[in-house]
């Protein structure tokens, strides 16, 4: 699943009221504690990280002689 900064915005508001229930995707979620929301908030800001690296990757094409 593909998150955004949004839902990453959304799941931190409900941490800070304290509250473990959040509406994500028109579906409810409940968690079970505080740091079940906290792992899941490194997932998401993981997986959101990883999306943005992988679109600023260069193409590097070697060059080779034979030193002639």
């Known amino acids: ?9 959304s799941l931190k508001a409900a941490m800070a009221k304290g509250v ?3 509406e994500m995707n028109g579906e409810r979620v409940q968690f079970r504690s505080l740091d079940e929301m906290q792992r899941q908030l490194g997932r998401m800001q993981a997986e959101v990280a990883g999306a943005r690296r992988v679109s600023t990757l260069r193409q590097l094409r070697p060059r080779l002689s034979r030193g002639l």
């Open 1 to 9: 699943m593909a998150y955004t900064q949004d839902q990453i915005e």
């Open 20 to 22: 473990t229930s959040v």
